[in-house]
């Protein structure tokens, strides 16, 4: 199950861009379909989906990163393993083309989950990542929105309906044929942010998680209001607590979400038995899924 961001999405005016995204969601599920079909496992499904979607300029992370207020590009990622809760994350980081490859790499190479800045990039480089120009982010249209942003002195989510296009925060949750359960999420954070600011999808708990005996979560949205609430953490410790399934949990997280801050944004999950469930508080989201090896199913 993947996404491409929450928000208003009223910038979606026509059927060729709505096609243009679903078409994006659609063709990163069947890659996803593959890995798990030749007995890839779900960290590697979660990885290569969330590539895709970071080399995809419409989605709002690795190239489509949001510009801060100082117009730099500034990414955090996460990725964890239900199989023994490993995880790494990235927070604040430039001239990286994937950081939830980056994440992948502190997760495995390292005996910290979190890396920032520099000492993150620094760490990627020495294991023979490459660094990237800030031309490969850089584009007119984001510095449409970010201009946009700094008229209205506020910050905006890629997708609500100041933003000139839409940019979403990506995400992955996959259950493979072992029964393994794993997320990730990557984003450019949300448009005129504060230099140095972080969201919710590095930190473990609230915008990624995965434990193969509840679930796997990945959200979108205003960051700090799944960071307040640790999200992804509670709708895995409401299945851990209750037995439920992906529907009920998500429904949980969803009220949780809405009743304690009125939080922005939605919620992608697949239950340790494989079942899909997904909501959100926003007018939209993007997101599709395969459920139990099925169809392609995805919408706003
Ligand atoms: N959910 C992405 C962010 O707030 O940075």
């Known amino acids: 199950m993947i996404h491409g961001g929450a928000g208003d999405l009223a910038s979606i005016k026509n059927n060729r861009t709505a096609i243009r995204y679903l078409e994006s969601i659609r063709t990163t599920l069947e890659y996803g379909r593959e890995i798990l079909a030749m007995g890839g496992s779900a960290l590697e499904c979660v990885e290569v989906c969330v590539t895709l979607l970071e080399d995809d300029p419409v989605f709002n992370a690795g190239c489509g990163s949001v510009l801060n207020a100082q117009g730099k590009v500034e990414m955090d990622a996460g990725i964890m393993n239900g199989a023994d809760l490993t995880a790494g994350a990235v927070a604040s980081v430039s001239n990286i083309a994937n950081p939830v490859q980056l994440a992948r790499l502190v997760m495995a190479e390292s005996e910290h989950v979190m890396l920032v800045g520099k000492g993150a990039i620094e760490f990627g480089t020495k294991l023979g990542m490459k660094t990237i120009e800030d031309n490969y982010f850089h584009t007119e249209t984001r510095l449409k929105q970010l201009h ?80 307040r609430t640790v999200i992804a ?21 969803i009220d949780y979400l809405r009743r304690k801050v009125n939080g922005r944004g939605g919620v992608i999950m697949i239950d340790r038995k494989g079942y899909c469930a997904s909501g959100f508080t926003t007018k939209k989201m993007i997101h599709g899924w395969i459920e139990h090896g099925g169809e392609v199913s995805c919408g706003f």
């Open 148 to 227: 946009a942003a700094q008229d209205k002195n506020t910050t905006l989510l890629d997708h609500e309906a100041l933003a000139d296009d839409k940019f979403g925060t990506v995400g992955a949750v996959a259950w493979d044929y072992g029964g393994g359960l794993a997320a990730a999420t990557s984003t450019g954070g949300i448009i005129n942010k504060q230099a140095g600011r972080v969201g919710d999808s590095p930190i473990i708990g609230a915008g990624v998680y995965a434990d193969n005996e509840t679930c796997a979560v990945s959200a979108t949205g205003y960051g700090e209001d799944f960071m």
């Open 233 to 253: 953490k509670a709708i895995a410790d409401y299945i851990e607590i209750t037995g439920a399934d992906a529907t009920a949990a998500l429904r949980f997280g």
